[in-house]
T-cell receptor, first 109, second 123 residues
Framework: EDQVTQSPEALRLQEGESSSLNCSYT??????LFWYRQDPGKGPEFLFT???AGEEKEKERLKATLTKKESFLHITAPKPEDSATYLC??????????FGEGTQLTVNP | DAGVIQSPRHEVTEMGQEVTLRCKPI?????LFWYRQTMMRGLELLIY????????DSGMPEDRFSAKMPNASFSTLKIQPSEPRDSAVYFC?????????????????????FGPGTRLTVL
C-alpha cells in the first residue's frame, strides 16, 4: 500500500526565514510525486510534479527536490502570502494519487 | 478555461435526506476524481472515472454513496441517506494524460486539477 508522511504538521516562520518541508513516501513503482498548495476554503492548487530521484523544480520562492525515499519543498525568504497548507502526493500505477496529511505553513510579517 | 466547476459550494441538510453534488470537469480531460477532506482523515479518494467509466470505487465508504458520470462534461456524487458523519468538504478533480520525453525517457503525467469544493454539513 502506498504511504505518504509529511512533516512537520505545522510550521511557523518569520518573513524571510527560509526552511524546508518534508514528504517521505513508500510506493511501488513511482510514476510521479506531486506538490499542491491549499488555501483555506479552496481546492488544492497544483505546484510541481517530480518524476525521478535527483530532479528539482523551482517556482518563485519554492523549490522541490526528490530522492528515492523523500521529497523536500524548500521555501526561500518566505512572505506572508506563502502561508497555506502544502500537500504532497504520490502516483504509482493507474491515475490515483495518495496524499499526505499536509504541512500547515504560517509566515508572520 | 473556467477550471473544474462544482455545485453547490455549500450544502446544509438534515440527517436522512438525499444529497447530490455536481461536477463539471475541465474540457478535454478524460479522468475525473471525487475526494473527501476532513480534519481527521485528510484528503481521501472516493472514486475515479476514466472516459466516463468508473475505474476504482474502493474509497466509497458504503452503499449510501454512489457516483455517476453520464457524459464527459458532468458527474454527480449522491449520498442517500445522509448522516452527520458525512459532513466534510467534497472535491472534484480532473486530469488528462499527457506524454513527454525527458532525459531520454518517455513519461506520462496525470496532473489533477481540483475544483473549489462543496462544504457539506449534515445536521
Amino acid at each position: 500500500e502506498d504511504q505518504v508522511t509529511q512533516s512537520p504538521e505545522a510550521l511557523r516562520l518569520q518573513e524571510g526565514e527560509s526552511s524546508s518541508l518534508n514528504c517521505s513516501y513508500t510506493v511501488s513503482g513511482l510514476r510521479g510525486l506531486f506538490w499542491y498548495r491549499q488555501d483555506p476554503g479552496k481546492g488544492p492548487e497544483f505546484l510541481f510534479t517530480l518524476y525521478s530521484a535527483g530532479e528539482e523544480k523551482e517556482k518563485e520562492r519554492l523549490k522541490a527536490t526528490l530522492t528515492k525515499k523523500e521529497s523536500f519543498l524548500h521555501i526561500t525568504a518566505p512572505k506572508p502570502e506563502d502561508s497555506a497548507t502544502y500537500l504532497c502526493a504520490v502516483q504509482a500505477a493507474g491515475s490515483r494519487l495518495t496524499f499526505g496529511e499536509g504541512t500547515q505553513l504560517t509566515v508572520n510579517p | 478555461d473556467a477550471g473544474v466547476i462544482q455545485s453547490p459550494r455549500h450544502e446544509v441538510t438534515e440527517m436522512g435526506q438525499e444529497v447530490t453534488l455536481r461536477c463539471k470537469p475541465i474540457s478535454g480531460h478524460n479522468s475525473l476524481f471525487w475526494y473527501r477532506q476532513t480534519m481527521m482523515r485528510g484528503l481521501e479518494l472516493l472514486i475515479y472515472f476514466n472516459n466516463n467509466v468508473p475505474i476504482d470505487d474502493s474509497g466509497m465508504p458504503e452503499d449510501r454513496f454512489s457516483a455517476k458520470m453520464p457524459n464527459a462534461s458532468f458527474s454527480t456524487l449522491k449520498i442517500q441517506p445522509s448522516e452527520p458523519r458525512d459532513s466534510a468538504v467534497y472535491f472534484c478533480a480532473s486530469s488528462s494524460r499527457t506524454q513527454f520525453r525527458t532525459s531520454g525517457k518517455l513519461r506520462g503525467t496525470d496532473t489533477q486539477y481540483f475544483g473549489p469544493g462543496t462544504r457539506l454539513t449534515v445536521l
